[in-house]
């Protein structure tokens, strides 16, 4: 091996390995250790880069550089438990910056191989959970002779498998949108609605309806960018038969629920009960309280009930604490136990809620502004990866209103993405702006 490919070479296979053991269980010392090792293989072809002015010049690096700054701040000022949050700060802040580094050094590494090679790395890297999870119920589907519901060992939550299938799912419609608009053969075309059905799978199998949901936006926002980008070739014929299948379902959705008054009444006076946080205190502790009952005398249903009282319980949470509680992945139920001692609650079930309960809203306020700079980039970048990072971050932030911040993974992830994804097309950007000069 040439001298100079030894630390492309370890960044990518450090950083494949570390992607497919990021939502598998019992992989934490494995997972620190090869974020350790990218971080290092990142530093040095950063250290390497002729672009490493450029990249560390760039707003999103002086913003995270910020972010970690104020975390580190309010742990030594702001924070109500400063031993925890120093420890917390080592082990919750620090790796999602390794993997940062990791992703850099990444998206450094795809200058030393051909394009059309680190295409089909990426592409391998971001669907090897997904079918790892196909391959091991088709397995079990073998000896057992039935599907398992559930997700059988890749992960201790089905949440984290999913996490992963939607990143694959956000790239495939962008790819999808791509080759639409390029024209490319039926075949370069419709290869990508594979890994869109294998996450549809994943999600499915895992039984999440929360992954279900978020693939259907995707699935929609491509059907609708591909409609609005064929608007003018699209036959009247075709518009027509489109509005009469539109009626003809909704007509049956109609028919098929006879009591849609009654189940929308339902809805409204379960919504009531579970914003009215004080008079229904169940949410504190539902497990030992047990849910409320509607208007109608009917049990709540428990994930809608929970998740609306704990979105309005930490609505109300951030406005009284606007500073956070302190570096912790339980701060949110730390800020609720000073008013309700009794409760018993990890999380809100919303990252940006759990953020600003943590390091207070200078933190969301940061990290919303790493998100616009990066946005920015991509806008006015060349780059192949650029539209297919827009669907991958958007994705990661509709993740993070519907799951808390304390899984770790996520975070790290979010962080990688963001380094790798940046890196390629401000190396793009970068590039074309010499040529210009030149």
């Known amino acids: ?14 950083c494949a390995l570390l992607y497919f053991i990021w939502p598998t269980t019992h992989t934490i010392a494995l997972r620190k250790l090869f974020l350790i090792l990218g971080a290092v293989a990142g530093l040095v072809l950063l250290v390497r880069s002729e672009n490493r002015h450029a990249i560390l010049k760039s707003s999103w690096v002086k913003y995270l550089a910020l972010l970690l700054a104020w975390v580190v701040f309010h742990a030594a000022f702001l924070s109500q438990n400063g031993a925890e949050a120093w420890g917390e700060l080592l082990g919750q802040w620090l790796p999602p910056y390794l993997a940062l580094v990791a992703g850099m050094g990444l998206g450094l590494a795809s200058q030393s191989i051909n394009p059309s090679v680190f295409r089909f790395y990426l592409i391998a890297v971001l669907a090897a959970p997904s079918v790892a999870y196909l391959l091991l119920t088709l397995v079990i589907r073998m000896k057992s002779g039935y599907f398992a519901i559930g997700y059988w060992g890749m992960s201790d939550h089905k949440m984290s498998l999913v996490f992963y299938a ?12 791509a080759a639409f608009k390029a024209d490319a053969k039926s075949i370069k075309r419709y290869m ?11 999600a499915k199998l895992s039984d999440s309806l929360n992954g279900i949901l978020l693939l259907s936006v995707s699935v929609l926002l491509t059907v609708g960018m ?3 980008h064929f608007r003018a070739k699209v036959s009247r014929t075709i518009v027509m038969t489109a509005v009469i299948l539109s009626v003809a379902v909704s007509l049956y959705a109609v028919s098929v629920s006879s009591n849609i008054t009654t189940r929308w009444q339902n809805l409204v ?10 008079a229904y205190p169940n949410w504190t502790n539902f497990s030992r309280l047990g849910l409320p009952k509607n208007e109608q005398g009917e049990q709540v249903p428990e994930s809608s009930y ?16 606007p500073w956070g509680y302190g570096v912790t992945r339980h701060a949110f139920e730390r800020l609720v136990q000073q008013k309700y001692p009794d409760v018993a609650i990890a999380n809100s079930h919303n990252g940006y809620i759990d953020l600003v309960c943590a390091v207070g809203f200078p933190a969301l306020l940061l990290l919303a502004l790493v998100l616009v700079s990066v946005f920015r980039q991509l806008r006015k970048s060349s780059s192949e990866w650029a539209h297919p990072a827009v669907w ?6 509709l993740h993070w209103a519907i799951d808390p911040i304390s ?23 970068t590039q074309k702006l010499d040529a210009g000069k030149s």
């Open 1 to 14: 091996m040439q001298k100079k490919l030894f630390w492309p070479i370890a960044s990518l296979l450090i």
């Open 166 to 177: 939607d990143l694959l799912a956000a790239l495939s419609c962008a790819k999808l949108v």
């Open 192 to 202: 990508w609605l594979l890994p869109v059905a294998l996450a549809l799978y994943v």
């Open 226 to 228: 591909l409609v609005y």
């Open 269 to 278: 006076s379960n919504t009531r009960v579970a914003v009215n946080i004080d």
């Open 306 to 321: 929970l998740r609306i009282a704990y979105a309005r319980a930490g609505f109300r949470t951030v406005l009284e604490h």
């Open 392 to 397: 991958m971050l958007g994705i990661v932030a």
């Open 407 to 429: 899984r770790d993974h996520y975070f790290e992830t979010y962080l990688f993405i963001i380094g790798l994804f940046a890196t390629l097309t401000l190396n793009t950007s």
